[in-house]
């Protein structure tokens, strides 16, 4: 089973009535359509509107989406329409005059637009968050640093990176596994401190 | 269930286990949590620079008032049936536009259309004499001198006993 049959799988869930699973997708995809959509809407607030207002027009659609594409591909069109919809209501051009698809998008590298753009609090908050995942991941056993960077940073499947790293695919699942819960243990106190809103 | 909800991310769990574990997580909210953080931890180290507050609550406040989605599993197949007669429509129309268009030119027509293409072809034109040093000039430019349509970019080249070994003629392709 790939990443692409777990999106699958919840999106059928999605569509025979559980929501939950709708929730996990949001959680999945948050960052990257956000990211997709401040490259249309530079305002932080707007971004976040917008970005909302993707998910559950891509909820409604849900029912007419059959899997012959990746769902983070019907979601990040969704993503862009809803953006350029947007700016079109408000007689606003979207701020590149380049067409450009999802992929595009999403690799474009311009941090300082989203600094721009974040409030003062918000950017406290993610540094915060970025800081202590950080520091965490230096913390960590140098096999479980590893095993971690090397799936989320370079992408490998749990096969490739028992390969690079000569030990068993079930102690590669372990070892991924301590490395996020150790990092996650110091960062749920971070994320619990500010009562409604989650990070 | 973490390392399992850690396998399921990557795309790394157990078929036999993936029903399970999305139960859980159907069911339990702390497990929701989990799925949560180590997708936020991901996205850190890919992208430090693009983290922002977390939207689910917010979307999910919103998702109150959707319905829940229905959508038959009937419907589903439904769709996929569809997409495939479509497809299916549109090569058996191909197949038989092609054969439609093969049984037009019979055995009996052929000799008749091969006779109408003749009577079409341009009469020949008589040249004047003054135009043949300009013709002999040019004629690498005129299509008429293709064999198979390549041959005027192809040159007859020999080499001699003594500096090559093959002994025939050989063409080269001469890049134009």
Aim: net charge negative; hydrophobic share 40%; charged share 25%.
């Amino acid at each position: 089973m790939t990443e692409r049959d777990v999106d699958q799988q919840l999106v059928e869930r999605v569509q025979r009535g559980d929501k939950h699973a709708f929730d996990l997708l949001v959680s999945k995809y948050q960052r990257r359509l956000g990211r997709l959509i401040s490259r249309f809407v530079r305002d932080a607030a707007e971004a976040e509107d917008v970005t909302q207002d993707a998910f559950i027009k891509a909820y409604r659609a849900l029912p007419g989406f059959r899997g012959e594409s990746a769902f983070y591909t019907w979601l990040y069109r969704i993503g862009i329409n809803t953006a350029k919809n947007h700016l079109l209501a408000n007689k606003r051009r979207a701020p590149t005059s380049t067409p450009f698809d999802a992929e595009d998008a999403e690799s474009f590298e311009e941090a300082s637009l989203l600094r721009e753009v974040n409030t003062p609090e918000n950017e406290l908050m993610s540094k915060q968050v970025v800081d202590v995942v950080q520091a965490s991941l230096q913390q960590l056993p140098e096999d479980l640093r590893s095993a971690l960077t090397l799936r989320e940073i370079e992408g490998l499947s749990y096969e490739e990176i028992a390969g690079v790293m000569n030990c068993p695919v079930g102690t590669v699942r372990s070892r991924i596994f301590r490395a996020r819960e150790a990092v996650a243990e110091n960062l749920r106190p971070l994320l619990e401190t500010s009562k409604g809103k989650r990070w | 269930m973490k390392q399992e909800i850690s396998a399921l991310m990557d795309g790394e769990l157990f078929d036999d286990d993936v029903g399970m574990v999305m139960d859980h997580l159907k069911r339990d909210h702390a497990t929701r949590m989990n799925w949560a953080t180590y997708h936020l931890i991901g996205d850190v180290l890919r992208q430090p620079d693009h983290i922002h507050s977390d939207l689910s609550a917010k979307v999910h406040e919103r998702m109150r008032d959707e319905p829940a989605l229905l959508v038959s599993r009937g419907h589903a197949v439904k769709q996929k049936m569809r997409t495939f007669a479509l497809s299916a429509v549109a090569s058996l129309s191909a197949v038989g536009v092609v054969a439609w268009m093969s049984l037009q030119i019979s055995p009996e027509i052929a000799p008749q259309l091969a006779m109408q293409q003749a009577a079409m072809r341009p009469a020949s034109m008589q040249i004047q004499p003054k135009s043949d040093n300009y013709l002999m000039a040019h004629q690498e430019f005129s299509p008429s001198t293709d064999v198979n349509g390549g041959a005027s970019y192809i040159r007859t080249v020999s080499y001699g006993i003594d500096d090559s070994p093959p002994k025939n003629n050989q063409t080269e392709k001469q890049a134009k």
